[in-house]
């Protein structure tokens, strides 16, 4: 398995689904609802987070991510899971 860095994060966690908690304070324009109520953070037509600077590689509102974003583990199981699903061993 290959072990993921920050310093060379391609930020493959950025495509997945982030599903808010309905306490979560996230501006509507970044956001998109997925079922009756549900709200996840939208994805660009080529599938990335919106609040992901490309240029960057860096989250647009960090200080203020989703507790689902908060929560992930970077070279965690799944980042490395993912990780190594992009190519990137």
Known sequence: MAQAHCSG???QCCRLTAVLAPSECVPSNLTTE???GVLAMAK???GWCVA???ETMSCG???ERPMVCRRFEMAGPYCSAIFDGAGRA
């Open 34 to 36: 997925i079922a009756d």
């Open 61 to 63: 509102i960090y200080a």
């Open 44 to 46: 660009s037509p080529d």
């Open 9 to 11: 994060c391609t930020a």
């Open 52 to 54: 992901l600077d490309r």
